[in-house]
């Protein structure tokens, strides 16, 4: 397969992602040292998320094949939230495919892996303090709601923008009709654990609401089985620390549920099992999951649609492919993949691949 200079620049950043993942390559051990500083992660956890979620594994292939699904320009540019690091590499490859020219501004709170990623490239992407983008160029941001708003009125006439802004993912349970199988709840349950701990539960990707279609004796086994899991957890990867502002919302969410009897401790986060019907509540980030019982779960699906953007199923097998019609384009990820998709594209496909032209 042929490489033109876009694929080659992709292909060194392929390379770059490849040494950081190395714990015994120099780019990797300066890697594990910098980032424990910068995102106040456990190291346990910073070794599982290089291993687990940064897509060192892509093939040569699969980065060429996704080359021919995006467009050209003869600039792109990226501006990098600073929740989950290791977003940079997919990131900076999608624009780096797109763009003659590739620029890149990192988060203020969150430069280590750009900069990693520009070394180990051998500078496949300029890095800059401002993004400057011309007529026809393509922008790919990342950030809340309100920062992609504030720059949709800078961005000059005639630019494409790619926004990726506030999500969330979400796990479903639905109580089998036949007898439950404790086996298979425990192995969803794990994964799902496995996609809360990762990144202390920061990334758009990351599951805050577990829904539950069934009996209070399934939503309190769903309950029992996440307790235990998230309690081991952190013994095998313990939580890292928490910003001032987390500890605060962490603090607040704890004090209202434990008032009302709902709030039950898991490692140094925890889960609460709602006692009102279907009341879907956000848990902060710091490992926390709010269970809400309901008696029709693709209602409160589609509610939750415009800000999903993975969810995981368990107990009904004919369930995927109604969610997959109903839901459009929410990734549907196996309980523990939610924080590693498939490099296809964005891991937040709710836009897609099309970018949006500023008028």
């Known amino acids: ?10 292909l060194r950043l392929l390379l770059a992602a490849q040494q950081i993942a190395n714990a015994d390559s ?12 910068e995102t106040g992660l456990s190291p346990r956890s910073i070794e599982l ?6 897509e060192h594994q892509a093939s040569r292939a699969t ?4 080359q021919k699904r995006l467009p050209t320009c003869e600039a792109s540019h990226v501006l990098l939230a600073g929740n989950v690091f290791v977003a940079a590499f997919r990131a900076i490859l999608l624009a780096t495919l797109e763009g003659e020219t590739c620029y890149v501004r990192a988060s203020s709170r969150a430069r280590v892996m750009t900069e990693l990623l520009h070394e180990g490239s051998g500078g496949a992407f300029e890095l800059v303090s401002e993004l400057k983008p011309n007529p026809g160029d393509h922008v790919w941001a990342y950030g809340s709601d309100g920062t992609l708003d504030k720059l949709r009125a800078e961005l000059p006439r005639g630019v494409f923008l790619y926004a990726h802004g506030h999500g969330m993912s979400a796990a479903a349970f639905v109580e089998p009709k036949q007898t439950l199988d404790e086996d298979a709840l425990w192995e969803a349950v794990s994964g799902l654990t496995t ?28 309950a029992e089985f996440l307790q235990q899991a998230l309690s081991d957890a952190e013994e095998q990867v313990p939580r890292g620390s928490l910003s001032s502002s987390e500890q605060a919302e962490a603090r607040h969410y704890e004090t209202i549920f434990r008032y009302i009897g709902a709030f039950r401790r898991a490692g140094l986060g925890g889960i ?14 710091g490992r926390y999951l709010h269970l809400t019982r309901t008696t029709e779960l693709l209602p409160q699906l589609e509610q939750l649609g415009p800000y ?7 107990g009904d097998e004919l ?7 109903q839901l459009g384009r929410a990734r549907i990820a196996r309980f523990g993949d939610m924080q590693r998709p498939p490099l296809d594209g964005p891991v937040d496909l709710r836009p897609g691949l099309k970018p949006e032209p500023l008028c």
């Open 1 to 10: 397969m042929s490489v033109d200079a876009r694929g080659e620049r992709a």
């Open 26 to 37: 120099t780019l990797g051990q300066k890697a594990r040292r910098l980032l424990q500083t």
């Open 49 to 54: 998320a290089l291993d687990y979620c940064l």
């Open 63 to 66: 980065v060429l094949q996704l």
């Open 195 to 222: 996609d809360t701990v990762l990144f202390d539960q920061r990334g758009c990707l990351s599951p805050r609401l577990v829904l539950i279609q069934g009996g209070r004796a399934f939503a309190e086994k769903v």
């Open 272 to 285: 609460t099992l709602d006692p009102i019907l279907e009341r879907r509540f956000v848990p902060p980030s």
């Open 308 to 314: 999903l953007t993975s969810i995981s199923l368990f």
């Open 319 to 325: 369930l995927e492919g109604i969610v997959r019609s």
